[in-house]
């Protein structure tokens, strides 16, 4: 992965939120006036990402809409599984598929169901509570492979994240986003 380009696309802001997210769905269409759609270092983080590894299989918790899932899978053509864990709406399910070529599969927390599942990236991309926050890594970072990556937004928030790479002894890459991204590696 190329740190220093994703970096330097963050900075020019020439991708728009607006434009990579123009064919999701939402529940009020007002939310597309939000400042975060003007916001063109938020969502398009994940486009620019997606353009820099090739994931096979995907895990993600705090799908917000799918919305984050959406930009990454139109910068990255390898997903050919997205796992996600939580919030089950049709319209999470169908920004996610819109994009996705492979299968997606929605599920509630049902521990037996994941125990086999090991994925290439995890995405932590919603907001929670520090508790919960730091009970939602240690669960993707069970699920990854090894030298998987796991990506955490929202990370200026709280210290959840911080002490998480604290804990496994790894040094996260940080990315300036709306509310700073990090990444750490397996």
Same mark, same amino acid.
């Given at each position: 992965?190329?740190?220093?380009?994703?970096?330097?696309?963050?900075?020019? $802001?020439?991708?728009?939120?607006?434009?990579?997210?123009?064919?999701?769905?939402?529940?009020?269409?007002?939310?597309?006036?939000?400042?975060?759609?003007?916001?063109?270092?938020?969502?398009?983080?994940?486009?620019?990402?997606?353009?820099?590894?090739? @994931?096979?299989?995907?895990?993600?918790?705090? @799908?917000?809409?799918? #919305? @984050?899932?959406?930009?990454?899978?139109?910068?990255?053509?390898?997903?050919?599984?997205?796992?996600?864990? $939580?919030?089950?709406?049709?319209?999470?399910?169908?920004?996610?598929?819109?994009?996705?070529? $492979?299968?997606?599969?929605?599920?509630?927390?049902?521990?037996?169901?994941?125990?086999?599942?090991?994925?290439?990236?995890?995405?932590?991309?919603?907001?929670?509570?520090?508790?919960?926050?730091? $009970?939602?890594?240690?669960? #993707?970072?069970?699920?990854?492979?090894?030298?998987?990556?796991?990506?955490?937004?929202?990370?200026?928030?709280?210290?959840?994240?911080?002490?998480?790479?604290?804990?496994?002894?790894?040094?996260?890459?940080?990315?300036?986003?709306?509310?700073?991204?990090?990444?750490?590696?397996?």
């Amino acid at each position: 992965m190329d740190i220093t380009e994703v970096q330097q696309k963050l900075a020019t $802001g020439a991708m728009s939120s607006r434009v990579l997210l123009s064919r999701t769905k939402v529940f009020d269409e007002s939310v597309r006036s939000c400042s975060i759609y003007a916001d063109n270092r938020h969502f398009p983080f994940y486009y620019y990402l997606g353009q820099q590894i090739k @994931p096979e299989k995907v895990m993600q918790v705090g @799908p917000y809409l799918g #919305l @984050p899932a959406a930009c990454f899978l139109q910068g990255c053509r390898s997903v050919k599984e997205w796992l996600c864990v $939580g919030e089950r709406t049709r319209i999470t399910e169908s920004n996610i598929q819109l994009h996705c070529k $492979g299968w997606v599969v929605m599920v509630d927390w049902d521990s037996s169901f994941f125990e086999p599942y090991k994925s290439d990236i995890a995405f932590l991309s919603q907001q929670f509570p520090k508790e919960d926050a730091m $009970g939602h890594m240690e669960f #993707l970072w069970d699920h990854l492979e090894p030298e998987g990556l796991l990506v955490v937004d929202y990370i200026t928030v709280s210290s959840a994240f911080t002490d998480f790479c604290r804990v496994k002894n790894r040094d996260p890459i940080i990315f300036q986003t709306r509310h700073s991204v990090g990444i750490v590696q397996r």
